[in-house]
C-alpha cells in the first residue's frame, strides 16, 4: 500500500515513509492511495481473537511493508502494557454499550496509539535505514505529554523531551509527568499557557541553527503528534474489535448497523470510525460530539468551518481546540481526493480563517455523520444522572459523548445500537468528576482519589495511587525563550 498527500497527490511513499516524516513536504497529510478492506469472513474471525491480533491484522492492511507476524510482535508488546482487556465493552442498559479506549499507561484513550507508535517508528527507521537518532518534542496541554513520554521511555535510538505550560495542566497531570523514569526522557514546566509552550516547540522546528546544531550531535527531529499516519492506524481496529464483540455477545446481529458516538478534538478518534467504515464495518452513524469549542458542529451542520471564534477552557480540556488538524483528511475525501482543491482550501483557512465546501459535499457529509454539543452545566449534570441511574462513573470528554447522544436520540428518534466511546479514566478528572456527582472535592489531589474510589468502587490504578510517594524527577521550570538552550543542553548531556 502507498500514501500520498492530501495536497498532492503526485508523488507516492511507503507506509515507513510516511511514518518517519509525518507530515508531508507542503503542509498535507499522508493518506493511503485507496482503502483496504475487511471482509464479511475476516470480521467474524475477530470474534475468537485477542484485541493485539486484530489490531495487527487491520494494521497489516495498511502498513504492507510490515509482516504480519512482525506487526503482531508489536501490538503484543504496545497492548500487553495494558491493565487487562485492552478495550473493553461496557453495557450499561438496552441499547447503549461503553468502550472504554482507557486501560493504558496513562489512563486516556492517547495510549492506544502512543504505546504503539514508537514501535512503528523504530522499524519504519530500520526499513529505511535510517541510523540518525530522532528526538521527538511535545508541546501538550496534559494527555499527549504523558502519553508519550511512558510511549517512547527507554527506546532505543530515541528521546523525548515535553512541555507543559505550568498554569495549564491538572496537578495529577503535571505530578504524573514530573516523576516520569526513563533513560531518554525529560520533562519542562514553561512559564506560561498551552500556546506559549506550543510556541515554543515549533520555533525550534523551524530554527535552522538549533536543527543543524542537533544534526552535529545526531539526532532529527520528529513530533508524536496527531496527523502522523502511524497514530491514526492503531485507531481503527477498536472500531472492528467492538463490532465483532457485539456480535459474539448476541447484541447484535451480523452485519446489523450501529452508530458510534465519539468526543471529537483533533478529529483523529472518529476519522478513524470513518476509515473503518470505508473498510466495510456496518456503521449507521458516526456521532460527532464536542464542548463549547463547537468549530465542528458548526462545520457538520452548515458547510463552513471559520476560526472567527472565542476560546473557552471546559472540564473537557483534551477537546478544547480550534484547528481540528485531522479534518483535512475527511475533506480530502469529501472532494472525491481532489488534492489542488484540498490545499486551496487549507490555504484559504490560513489566509482568512475559514472556507466553505459546496452542498453536494455537506450533503455527503451528513449523511455519514451528526453533530451536536453540549455546555458546561450539561455535561456535569450528565455524569451526575448516570452514576444515579445506572452507577457507572464517566469521565468529563465520555459525559460530552453521552450527552450530545442523548441530544441525538430525542431529536432524531433513531433508536439504533450505539458504541459510546469513552475516552478518559473518571481518575484523571477527578476534582470535576467528584463535584459532579455532589460530592465535596478535597483539596489535596491523593485524598481526591481515594474519595472517588470509595464512592464510585472503580478500582484506582495503582500507577495513579502510587504517585505521591514517587521521586520528582524533573523539577525545571522555563522561560518560553529558553526552550532551544535547553533542548541543545539535553543533546550534549547524551553525547
Ligand atoms: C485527545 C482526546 C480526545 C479527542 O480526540 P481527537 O482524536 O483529538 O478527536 C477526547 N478525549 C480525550 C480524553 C482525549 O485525550
Given at each position: 500500500m502507498k500514501?500520498i498527500s492530501?495536497?498532492?497527490k503526485d508523488?507516492?511513499f511507503?507506509?515507513s515513509?510516511?511514518?518517519?516524516?509525518?507530515?508531508?513536504?507542503?503542509?498535507?497529510?499522508?493518506v493511503?492511495?485507496?482503502?483496504p478492506?475487511?471482509?464479511?469472513?475476516?470480521l467474524?474471525?475477530?470474534?475468537?481473537?485477542?484485541y493485539?491480533?486484530?489490531s495487527a491484522?487491520?494494521i497489516?492492511?495498511f502498513?504492507?511493508e510490515?509482516?504480519l507476524?512482525?506487526l503482531k510482535?508489536?501490538?503484543?508488546?504496545a497492548y500487553d502494557?495494558f491493565?487487562?482487556?485492552?478495550v473493553?465493552?461496557?453495557?450499561?442498559?438496552?441499547n447503549?454499550?461503553f468502550?472504554?479506549l482507557?486501560?493504558?499507561p496513562?489512563?486516556a484513550?492517547k495510549?492506544i496509539?502512543?504505546t504503539l507508535?514508537p514501535l512503528?517508528?523504530s522499524e519504519?527507521?530500520?526499513?529505511?535505514?535510517?541510523t540518525?537518532k530522532?528526538?521527538?518534542?511535545v508541546?501538550?496541554s496534559?494527555?499527549t505529554?504523558k502519553?508519550?513520554l511512558?510511549?517512547?521511555k527507554?527506546?532505543?535510538?530515541?528521546?523525548i523531551?515535553?512541555?507543559?505550560?505550568?498554569d495549564?495542566?491538572s496537578?495529577?497531570?503535571k505530578l504524573?509527568?514530573?516523576?516520569?523514569?526513563?533513560?531518554?526522557v525529560?520533562v519542562?514546566g514553561?512559564?506560561?499557557?498551552?500556546?506559549?509552550?506550543?510556541?515554543?516547540?515549533?520555533?525550534i522546528f523551524?530554527?535552522?541553527?538549533?536543527?543543524?546544531?542537533?544534526k552535529e550531535?545526531?539526532?532529527?527531529l520528529?513530533?508524536?503528534?496527531?496527523?502522523n499516519?502511524?497514530?491514526?492506524?492503531?485507531?481503527?481496529?477498536?472500531?472492528?474489535s467492538?463490532?465483532a464483540?457485539?456480535?459474539?455477545?448476541?447484541?447484535?446481529?451480523?452485519?446489523e448497523?450501529i452508530n458510534?458516538?465519539v468526543?471529537?478534538?483533533?478529529f483523529?478518534?472518529?476519522?478513524?470510525?470513518y476509515y473503518?467504515?470505508?473498510?466495510g464495518l456496518p456503521?449507521?452513524?458516526?456521532?460527532?460530539a464536542s464542548n463549547?469549542?463547537?468549530?465542528l458542529?458548526?462545520?457538520?451542520?452548515?458547510g463552513?468551518?471559520?476560526l472567527?471564534?472565542?476560546f473557552?477552557k471546559?472540564?473537557?480540556?483534551?477537546m478544547?481546540?480550534?484547528?481540528s488538524?485531522?479534518l483535512?483528511?475527511l475533506?480530502?475525501?469529501?472532494?472525491d481526493?481532489?488534492?489542488k482543491l484540498?490545499a486551496?482550501?487549507?490555504?484559504?483557512l490560513k489566509?482568512?480563517?475559514s472556507y466553505?465546501?459546496s452542498?453536494a459535499?455537506?450533503e455527503?457529509l451528513k449523511?455519514?455523520?451528526?453533530?451536536?454539543?453540549s455546555?458546561e452545566?450539561?455535561?456535569?449534570d450528565t455524569?451526575?444522572?448516570y452514576f444515579?441511574?445506572?452507577?457507572?462513573i464517566?469521565?468529563?470528554?465520555t459525559?460530552?459523548?453521552?450527552?450530545?447522544?442523548?441530544k441525538?436520540v430525542q431529536k432524531t428518534?433513531?433508536?439504533?445500537?450505539t458504541?459510546?466511546?469513552s475516552?478518559?479514566?473518571?481518575y484523571?478528572f477527578?476534582?470535576?468528576v467528584?463535584?459532579?456527582i455532589g460530592?465535596d472535592?478535597?483539596?489535596?489531589e491523593?485524598?481526591?482519589l481515594?474519595?472517588?474510589?470509595?464512592?464510585?468502587?472503580?478500582?484506582?490504578?495503582e500507577?495513579l495511587?502510587?504517585l505521591?510517594?514517587?521521586?520528582?524527577l524533573?523539577?525545571?521550570?522555563?522561560?518560553k525563550e529558553?526552550?532551544?538552550?535547553?533542548?541543545?543542553?539535553?543533546v550534549?548531556e547524551k553525547l
Open positions: 500514501f492530501t495536497r498532492n508523488i507516492e511507503s507506509a515513509e510516511v511514518i518517519v516524516k509525518g507530515l508531508s513536504d507542503e503542509g498535507g497529510l499522508f493511503p492511495c485507496s482503502f478492506t475487511v471482509t464479511e469472513q475476516e467474524k474471525s475477530y470474534q475468537d481473537k485477542d493485539y491480533e486484530i491484522e487491520v497489516s492492511k502498513l504492507t510490515f509482516s507476524d512482525t510482535g508489536l501490538t503484543k508488546q502494557k491493565d487487562g482487556e485492552a473493553p465493552i461496557t453495557k450499561t442498559e438496552d447503549i454499550y468502550m472504554e482507557w486501560h493504558g496513562t489512563h484513550f495510549d496509539a502512543l507508535l512503528l517508528l519504519s527507521k530500520k526499513i529505511n535505514g535510517i540518525e530522532t528526538l521527538i518534542l508541546a501538550t496534559g494527555d505529554g502519553a508519550a511512558e510511549g517512547f527507554d527506546t532505543d535510538g530515541t528521546d523531551i515535553v512541555f507543559y505550560p505550568e495549564g495542566v496537578a495529577l497531570q504524573q509527568m514530573k516523576t516520569q523514569r526513563g533513560n531518554n525529560r519542562f514553561i512559564k506560561g499557557n498551552f500556546d506559549d509552550a506550543q510556541n515554543a516547540v515549533k520555533r523551524t530554527d535552522g541553527n538549533t536543527i543543524k546544531e542537533l550531535c545526531g539526532y532529527a520528529s513530533s508524536a503528534n496527531s496527523i499516519f502511524g497514530r491514526l492506524v492503531p485507531q481503527i481496529a477498536y472500531y472492528f467492538s463490532y464483540e457485539l456480535v459474539a455477545n448476541s447484541e447484535i446481529d451480523e452485519n448497523k458510534f458516538c468526543p471529537c478534538g483533533n483523529g478518534n472518529i476519522l478513524a470510525g473503518a467504515k470505508k473498510m456503521i449507521n452513524k458516526l456521532i460527532c463549547k469549542n463547537n468549530v458542529t458548526d462545520f457538520i451542520n452548515k463552513e468551518y471559520s472567527d471564534r472565542k473557552y471546559t472540564t473537557s480540556p483534551s478544547d481546540i480550534i484547528i488538524s485531522n483535512e483528511r475533506i480530502f475525501e469529501l472532494s481526493r481532489d488534492d484540498t486551496g482550501r487549507m490555504e484559504q489566509r482568512t480563517g466553505n465546501i452542498n459535499e455537506l455527503k449523511t455519514e455523520f451528526y453533530a451536536e454539543w455546555d452545566e450539561e455535561i456535569l455524569i451526575g444522572d444515579d441511574e445506572n452507577g457507572y464517566i469521565d468529563t470528554h459525559a460530552v459523548s453521552l450527552s450530545v447522544y442523548n441525538y428518534g433513531d433508536n439504533t445500537k458504541v459510546i466511546v475516552t478518559a479514566s473518571p484523571k477527578v476534582g470535576d467528584l463535584y459532579a460530592e472535592v478535597p483539596e489535596d491523593m485524598d481526591a481515594e474519595l472517588l474510589e470509595e464512592v464510585t468502587a472503580l478500582p484506582l490504578p500507577s495511587s502510587e505521591p510517594s514517587l521521586e520528582v524533573h523539577s525545571a521550570v522555563i522561560d529558553k526552550a532551544d538552550e535547553a533542548v541543545i543542553a539535553y550534549k
